[in-house]
């Protein structure tokens, strides 16, 4: 949905999803006070975090603890941040996989229900005998939320909704626990991952290492999840551009866009496009945000391993393939409005010389004896010339 971005809206955001989920348990953020710019803070809303609990499950006969946050931002994003609590010696890997098995499961479910899960997506193979857990229903939380924020009417449906998801796997253990160690650093991950704080930390595109419960472990996820959220904006800008030029392919196929219908649509393209551009010119500008030379260090590898700034590259062709295909579409439709104001201009020219013609009888005062010896034929069929001529040279003109 997309809100009007005030700390009204968060609060009736919050207080929404309160009443739709009783046992959900608010939770605050908060910015360190030396390391953000108080103007940045000001120009930007605060996430909405709710913890919903924790849940036991047992896999391959080991119990794991289930713990899950929500967040959701003014735009319009909502991020499930499970974290699996394991204790005793397991192959990481394989557990986790399994995990995230009912989290895809389930999800597809959701795709199908709501008509999202087409083409291609159809071949992907899936585990469909995966019995899913409760607490991996998301599609459902997701549907809940929806309903809850229309039925109090907070913010306004979007003409065009990504429900995709893109699961990151972030893994954490202490330095005594060498066997997973063994299993997660491995020397291929170790060559292609970016290496932080002094090995406590290695960032890839699709998995991250934590080595350690140190004081950093807390601000990295509070910058990695800013990022990610920053991420997923740019990939539903860029599915919503695909959305939109399909929409002006086809009602310019079937005729159904005149010129006026497309300016108007120009004016929103360029609109959306300048509010979008606004927020990701705040993505990679590091020095707005922040006055620690830390946080900076890290946004920066951060943006380097979810590719971050390829992801604006592309959100900024898309804008520039959407706009500069609205003005053809523009450009084909006067063209076709053109052809049709000059074919008026010649029935009106031809209108215009027939009421002429029409005066004749009058002027002769019904005397047709008049006719042969009236100045007035001569001058008619001047004025017809006169007219053709004017229509040819005007008619050229435009064309040149």
């Known amino acids: 949905m997309k809100f009007e ?7 009736n955001i919050t207080n929404a999803l309160k009443n739709a989920f009783p046992t959900w348990q608010e939770k605050q953020q908060s910015y360190q006070f030396l390391a953000y710019n108080f103007s940045y803070l000001s120009l930007h809303l605060p996430r909405i975090i709710f913890h919903t ?14 713990i899950l946050d929500i967040t959701l931002r003014i735009n319009g994003t909502v991020c499930f941040e499970y974290q699996y609590v394991i204790n005793g010696q397991c192959n990481i890997e394989t557990v986790v996989e399994k995990i995230q098995a009912q989290i895809n499961v389930s999800y597809k479910h959701y795709l199908k229900r709501i008509g999202a899960y087409k083409n291609a997506m159809s071949k992907i193979e899936l585990p469909e005998n995966v019995k899913v857990n409760p607490i991996f229903e998301n599609g459902l939380v997701l549907d809940t939320i929806k309903l809850a924020l229309k039925s109090h009417h907070i913010g306004v449906v979007r003409d065009y909704e990504y429900p995709y998801q893109h699961g990151r796997l972030l893994y ?6 060498t066997l997973i160690e063994q299993q997660l650093l491995t020397r291929e991950f170790r060559a292609k991952a970016t290496e932080i704080s002094q090995g406590e930390l290695f960032l890839d595109t699709w998995k991250t290492v934590i080595i350690g419960e140190n004081d950093k472990r807390e601000i990295f996820l509070e910058l990695y999840l800013e990022k990610l959220a920053n991420y997923f904006e740019c990939q539903s800008w860029i599915f919503q551009c695909e959305f939109m030029l399909k929409e002006i392919d086809d009602k310019t196929t079937t005729k159904q866009h005149n010129y006026k219908n497309l300016s108007q649509q120009a004016k929103v393209i360029e609109a959306l496009y300048f509010s979008c551009n606004r927020k990701m010119i705040n993505f990679t500008n590091l020095s707005i945000p922040f006055k620690n030379d830390y946080y900076t260090q890290l946004s920066k590898s951060i943006i380097d391993a979810i590719k971050l700034d390829q992801h604006i590259a592309q959100t900024h062709q898309h804008f520039s393939a959407l706009k500069e295909h609205i003005n053809t579409a523009k450009m084909h439709t006067d063209t076709r409005t053109e052809k049709h104001t000059k074919v008026l201009k010649i029935f009106m020219a031809l209108n215009f010389s027939a009421g002429i013609a029409s005066l004749i009888p009058a002027s002769l005062d019904g005397d047709l004896t008049k006719f042969g010896s009236s100045m007035l034929p001569p001058l008619v069929w001047l004025t017809f010339m006169c007219i053709a001529m004017s229509v040819f040279f005007l008619e050229s003109r435009d064309k040149s």
């Open 5 to 11: 971005e005030s700390i009204t809206t968060i609060e």
């Open 53 to 66: 609990g924790q849940y036991k499950l047992v896999i391959d006969g080991l119990e794991i603890t289930v």
């Open 172 to 177: 954490s253990w202490s330095k005594e626990n």
